[in-house]
């Protein structure tokens, strides 16, 4: 996630202006997932033509009824620089809106109420890359009223704390309790997403601690599995004996010993700034924020995220990032977009299980680019992706989050204010 705050700092800096780090066009090993992506032009969108792409789509000849064909975004309301919207579960009435600066403010019945739910902005550090970035609700919430956020403290560290509600409008701030706390040198690539999966389990985005070229340590954080950076992590947040957070027996590196950490869920990756589970099939789609040329799109099927390497820093996209390097197992993107191309940082979105929506979206994947601010759609599987291509929707600016609610009811956020529902139009 590149914000436009961040523009003027040296790290983003880094990040936009250091293309002579990339784009030696060094093979070497090549990228080692086959029957993936096999294209050797990694520069260009994965996009593979199909010969009927509307075989999944409405029959407009032969439909009984007129089901809606076109999209819409209607507004739902506009916040001071909102990042995530999500729900609770157990509560349909209610969207639950996170904003940079440390507030979750609620929307009821269409109107966004006065007092926020909660707000930390006394604890946050915001700005840039950071602040107060996502939110997740327990799949027990309704019984237990536990949430989670993730934050950039006031040390610049990142925070995942615990949370519970005092009412259906108002959290308990008293009740805060750290679940993880991640040093970070840098102030960029932060990840922060905080998502509970369909096992219950919390996973957690984080970010390859910054600067450049996943420059800390010999070797960077993404591939270093004694690191919880540049990572997808797997915890059950619940306090357990005197730790306060739990490993599950299933994570990969659980049996692991030594400076392995067994939080580690998935890795190789550099800002997954948003990533998502298909409610439909579970299927785990990543956006990874690319560093000076390529932005991805990663996708596995249910459970394929397990101990998967995810490539970065030794290839950005399928293309050759750190000459000499290994990247074991790594699973290449199923969309690529280039900086060429107008895309900065990928705003990873959802796999639509909306059935509101017309069936030409149904199960394709949203998602967009901080910088192109188009909304993109894509049908996609462990083969690559298929009639990818930009939405007949305006252009968002600011293109900072998507987000879902409990009956799958797909959001978007711009950084600019305004957050939108996607709706049939
Ligand atoms: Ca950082």
Redesign the pocket.
Known sequence: MRFRLSLASTTVVAFVSAVAACGSGDDAGGYPSAGKQSTATAATTTQRTTASPAATGPSAATGATRAATTLQLSPVGTFDSPLYVTDAPGDTRRLFVVQQGGKISVIRAGRTVRRPFLDISRLVTSGG??GLLSVAFAPDYARSGRFYVYY?DRD?Q?RVVEYHRASAERANAASARLVLKMS???????GGQLEFGPDGLLYIGT?????ADDQHGSRGNAQNLSSL?GKILRINPRKAGGNPYSIPAGNPFAGRSGSVRREIYSYGLRNPWRFSFDRGGGALVIGDVGQNTIEEIDYVAKGGGRGANFGWRPFEGTQRHSPGESAPGAIAPVIQHTHDDGYCSITGGYIVRDSTLPATIQGQYVYGDFCDGRIRAARLSTSGATDDRALALKKVSSLSSFGEDARGRVYVTSLDGPVYRLTAG
Do not use: A, I, K, V
């Open positions: 890359e950071q950039t610049q990142q970070d040198r840098e102030p960029n690539h932060n970010g390859d601690g910054g600067g950076l």
